[in-house]
């Protein structure tokens, strides 16, 4: 990563700039179903789906949501036809996110939310639950590595006779070859679904109110029994792999007591045997650290040790486990204070498991 190369008040500067002509050039935010292009109040633009896909057609939700986004939608009744988006992206682009959004609403009156499937580049990601109106909207999120130029082909496909799939809105993130290192351990040609990205200690966290520049969602974690809120000293320099938001790294969860662990535990879509990708962010309370004092963690996953990591003042210390085999529906991932650490384990912000959906063709 060039960026570490620059002298620290140049390099924020730069880091700020480069994020900000990424977000105004990069980011395709696609509102399904609209007919009209609009700024929502974060003043991303919002584009409509012609351009994108020929197939089926538009509808409104009358019973509305605050994402506006949420409020219309394209459904597709035509069983026959394939119902995809093709999106680009370039050969600059190293990795792409993809978020696609449903929100059922009852738009055809049926008090029916259908569940049907949904493929990247002619594999099957994920199947979605649609949800009742109280529920509101769902997400299903996904990391694609790829290797050269090409388009990247979301299909919403119609696996049992009578039920019409629809989609509300898609979010493409490019992330450029010089961005990294960004998830730099993922395999070109797979796609990632995401589980949970969290944010422990605080709160949620999304553009444009917490430095996030890939539009990423932080969800608030629950603090798990004997653990405390804490705050945390980011760190600027060097960027941290995946480039966390500076105020996902300012509050962090310790254990109260150096014998108890930190037990996280985790639901996964699906029961069967599956490949993760899990990151975790390590840094120091406010209260720097007595030179005397280390905190050494070990990291398990199901009671299996899996890293060790000793935390560091004003530094963010990453900690990638991949690939790791895990099998639903749980899994627990421990934290405990290792043999010779003076202070309990202490974990951090984010905790993001990504499942590897398998070679794409
Ligand atoms: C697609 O994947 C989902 C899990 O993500 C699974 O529930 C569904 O059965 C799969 N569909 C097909 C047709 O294999
Ligand atoms: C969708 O619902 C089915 C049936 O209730 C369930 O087995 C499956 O895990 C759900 N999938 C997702 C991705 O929520
Ligand atoms: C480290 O030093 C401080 C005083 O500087 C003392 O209070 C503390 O007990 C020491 N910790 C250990 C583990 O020795
Ligand atoms: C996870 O932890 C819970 C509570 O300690 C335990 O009941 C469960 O069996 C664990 N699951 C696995 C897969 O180890
Ligand atoms: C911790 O380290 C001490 C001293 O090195 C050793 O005597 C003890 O057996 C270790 N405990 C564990 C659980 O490894």
């Known amino acids: ?52 896909t020929q197939a089926g057609i538009n509808k409104q939700v009358p019973q509305k949501q605050e994402l506006e986004e949420m409020n219309t939608l394209r459904s597709f009744p035509n069983k026959a036809q394939q119902n995809c988006y093709a999106l680009p992206f370039s050969a600059q682009t190293q990795r792409v996110l993809v978020r696609a959004g449903f929100y059922y609403g009852n738009y055809d009156g049926l008090s029916k939310p259908p569940s049907f499937d949904i493929h990247i580049n002619g594999r099957n990601w994920s199947t979605v639950n649609t949800s009742t109106v109280v529920e509101g909207p769902i997400y299903h999120e996904a990391m694609y590595a790829n290797q050269g130029a090409g388009s990247l082909n979301v299909c919403i496909v119609q696996d049992e006779s009578g039920v019409v799939p629809f989609i509300s809105s898609i979010e493409v993130v490019p992330i450029w070859v010089l961005t990294g290192p960004l998830y730099p ?14 944010n422990f200690g605080g709160e949620e966290v999304r553009f444009p109110g917490g430095e996030e520049w890939y539009n990423r969602v932080w969800t608030r974690g629950t603090t798990p029994p004997k653990c405390t809120e804490v705050a945390t000293l980011p760190a600027f320099l060097p960027v941290p792999e995946n480039d966390p938001p500076n105020s996902v790294l300012s509050d962090s969860i310790e254990s109260m007591n150096i014998a108890d662990p930190i037990t996280l535990s985790i639901d996964l879509p699906q029961t069967t045997p599956q490949s993760a990708y899990l990151v975790l962010y390590f840094t120091e309370t406010v209260t720097i650290r007595k030179p005397n004092d280390t905190r050494i963690i070990q990291i398990y996953i199901n009671g299996q040790m899996k890293s060790t990591v000793t935390t560091e003042n004003i530094e963010c210390k990453v900690i990638t486990i991949y690939p790791v085999t895990v099998v639903g529906p749980t899994i627990n991932v421990t ?9 309990p384990s202490h974990n951090q912000r984010h905790g993001s498991v990504h499942k590897n959906r398998g070679q794409q063709g």
Not at 185 to 198: D, F
């Open 1 to 52: 990563m060039n960026k570490n190369l620059w002298a620290p008040v140049l390099l924020l500067a730069f880091h700020l700039f480069t994020a900000y002509s990424q977000l105004t050039t990069g980011w395709l935010n696609i509102d399904c179903g609209n007919n009209a292009l609009r700024w929502d109040k974060n003043l991303l633009l919002w584009v409509t789906d012609n351009g994108y």
């Open 185 to 198: 351990e993922m395999e070109a040609n797979y796609a990632y679904n995401l589980v949970s990205r969290i």
């Open 335 to 343: 934290l405990a204070s290792a043999n010779g650490s003076t202070l």
